[in-house]
């Protein structure tokens, strides 16, 4: 099991399938193993990169936790993985990650795709918050009142109910501590950048992805985030909540693929 040491925090990372590199950043409170709706097609073709942010799974909890200093834990990832660059995918408070490590290490990011966020420009708000005493409760009573809230119909009205439930029981084994919740919630809430830092460093090609029916950060965001970024791609799914990778299924993952490769071979384009 691989992992690197990076300011202070022994980060759990893995590799698997061969060809153009992807670095997957996941959202707040998931472990890497959450990515598990795209990773085995993703890895046919490609390859892929995960890692625990700070607090779950296997990676180590830390105090001080900055959008910025999980965007260096992806950083040393992809050092570790002997890569220069990657396409560099995130969603939800991932996609914050992502954007800020295009921002922070452009010239490492082949491209950026962003699902499910937005661009954090004030440190009020960041979408549909939960209330601060949640991250302060004993794990198995925050596990229970997370089971309690979790419904099939979150998932968005496209989702098949059967890929919700699958989702809800491989999400009931993901692993996280209360202070790791409480550090990202931190994190998130801490975090801002500006449109004009965004415009002037995330010049690599970017994707965009949103589901119309998202309750945790409302679809205006992803409209807003394009909007900042008019050379980006949009994708809108209609009918997906949050988590439009179980929504959508196979149509976001073939998406995000079309897109990279499409990046690929125009890079790889003769006098490019």
Sequence with gaps: ?????????????????????????????????MWYPLLDKLAKSHRVITFDNRGTGETDTTDGVTIEKMAGDALAVLNAAGEKKAHIYGVSMGGA???????????????????????????????????????????????????????????????????????????????????????????????????????????????????????????KFGRELHAILPQSQYVEWHGAGHNYLVAIGDRATRTFVNFIDGVDARNAAPNK
């Excluded at 690197?4 to 061969?18: K, L």
């Design 1 to 33: 099991m691989p992992f690197v040491v990076h300011d202070g925090a022994r980060i759990h990372w893995e590799a698997q399938g061969h060809g153009s590199p992807v670095l997957l950043i996941m959202g707040f409170s998931y472990a890497s193993q």
């Design 97 to 219: 990650i992502a954007a800020e490590f295009g921002m922070a290490y452009p010239k490492r990011a082949i491209s950026v795709t962003l699902g499910c966020t937005m661009l954090k420009t004030t440190r009020e708000g960041h979408g549909n918050q939960r209330p601060p005493w949640v991250f302060y409760l004993p794990l198995p009573v925050a596990r229970w009142m997370l089971s309690w809230t979790a419904k099939p119909e979150n998932y968005g009205s496209a989702a098949p109910r059967a890929a919700a439930l699958h989702d809800m029981a491989v999400l009931a084994n993901n692993t996280f501590t209360m202070q790791g919740v409480r550090e990202q919630n931190r994190a998130i809430t801490n975090y801002a950048t500006t449109r004009e830092r965004a415009r002037a460093t995330l010049t690599m090609p970017i994707l965009v992805m949103h589901g119309d029916e998202d309750k945790t950060v409302p679809v």
